[in-house]
């Protein structure tokens, strides 16, 4: 299918409890993923506020320096499931379809939910220990600046 318009995907059916409708919203996801790679995501439970926060210390930190910035880059080199930064050029999308290519032009902090690495949660699920989840719940790496991107 030919994209001429990046297309909205509305998750609030997701949310809705039914499996069926969850399966769609999964659906549509996967296809427009495939299909263009970009997408406009609406009826997601995530407050105003919290996006405007978010949006306001992403801004403070990749306006810092870039000396500064690497000082939280991610001491799992060439692993999934980074923790970190990820300067410009550093990474390449292509590459997880084995396709050779330049770098992105993109820089990214990568972080999971706090918590997520402690024994208490481990031992809780093999989901976090299995082969599958490779590095994906370990440690988040967190910057000296701006403060406000640590939690609470």
Known sequence: MTMLQVPAVDLQPFYSGDPAARKRVAAEMDQVCRDIG????????IQTELMKAVAEVSLNFFSLPEAEKLKLKSPLE???GLRGYSP????SLSHSIGVKAPGDIKETVTMGPP???EARYLMAD????CKDACNYF???VWPDKPH???PL
């Open 38 to 45: 970009f997408l406009v995501v609406t009826g997601h439970p």
């Open 78 to 80: 060439g692993t999934a």
């Open 88 to 91: 410009m050029m550093d990474e």
């Open 115 to 117: 918590g997520a690495s």
């Open 126 to 129: 093999d989901y976090y220990v």
């Open 138 to 140: 370990v440690p988040n």
């Open 148 to 150: 406000s991107m640590r």
